[in-house]
């Protein structure tokens, strides 16, 4: 215990903020949330215990959490690796050595500070609107613009590209990682006359797993928690047709539109062990894709 602490006790001192924060502001609301998910509770009068009806209910006769989830996996699908096939694109331009690469860091990852606010989602619908800049770009063509927001064929889709402006903070992990492969490698590929596509995928990618590992998960949970964008461009309703009913839309719509505060505590557990899921898939599939320098066989 003695060896173990020793070797441990800076970690855990660094995490101490941590847990202070976790155990006093955050553990009581988590088990209130938990007993609120098996009860019929307004805000108003006393929860009423209901035991599993709620969740009977939602995975029974709610059609519309079946709706929501449809939604948010196909984001969710969508969203991720563009945002981090964007990520990694850009980190590899900025890995170039630019003279002034500190500049254009801070200006990609703008994106990421600015996106999940309310003035950014308020102008994405703007842009995208019938009479929007978008369509008067594409008139400029020739093209015929759509109603991208008001179609529901169309609507996920504008969400999914302001996903991908938003990769700012991925693309700093993918440039911190490419820095870290060492450059005699691709040195002795050059030497050997490997293309560079084959450097890329013979080198690069083995080499950044990784670093794709953690920013699969990060941005994977950050995208099943998306909210804001979805609820002002949606008018906090899910519009048009439900094709923008994220999760998190019918979640909050449940708990602070209709009041049904046990209901939605049972949508946000059932989100929890949906994204528990998806990251404990990615922990035991990493071992098959991901591997370390310090590994040994």
Not at 226 to 244: H, M, R
Request: glycine residues 6%; hydrophobic residues 55%; aromatic residues 18%.
């Amino acid at each position: 215990m003695k060896r173990f602490f020793a070797r441990n006790a800076p970690g855990y001192l660094f995490l101490t903020p941590w847990f202070i924060g976790f155990f006093l502001l955050a553990l009581g609301p988590i088990l209130a949330s938990l007993y609120l998910s098996f009860t019929r509770y307004d805000m108003v009068g006393d929860p009423r215990w209901v035991g599993f009806d709620n969740y009977e209910y939602m995975f029974e006769r709610d059609r519309r959490f079946w709706k929501a989830l449809e939604v948010t996996f196909t984001y969710v699908a969508l969203a991720v690796p563009a945002r981090l096939i964007m990520a990694l694109g850009v980190a590899m331009l900025l890995d170039k050595g630019l003279r002034t690469i500190g500049l254009y860091r801070a200006i990609f990852y703008l994106p990421s500070l600015l996106g999940a606010s309310i003035a950014i989602a308020i102008l994405w619908r703007q842009l995208f609107s019938v009479d929007g800049v978008v369509n008067q770009v594409l008139a400029v063509f020739g093209i015929q613009g759509a109603a991208w927001i008001s179609n529901p064929d169309t609507s996920l889709y504008t969400l999914v590209v302001l996903a991908m402006w938003q990769f700012g903070s991925p693309m700093l992990i993918f440039l911190a990682g490419l820095r870290g492969i060492p450059r005699d490698l691709y040195e002795a590929a050059e030497i050997d006359g490997t293309p560079k596509r084959r450097q890329f995928f013979r080198i690069t990618l083995p080499l950044l797993a990784p670093v794709i590992f953690f920013n699969l998960v990060l941005q994977t949970i950050e995208a099943f928690k998306t909210f804001s964008s979805a609820f002002i461009i949606s008018n906090g309703t899910g519009a048009p047709a439900d094709s923008l009913l994220f999760y998190t839309v019918y979640l909050f719509n449940e708990a602070f539109k209709f009041f049904r505060m046990g209901y939605a505590s049972a949508l946000a557990w059932v989100l929890l062990l949906i994204i528990g899921f998806f990251t404990a898939v990615s922990f035991f599939t990493s071992k098959y894709w991901v591997h370390y320098e310090n590994e040994r066989d």
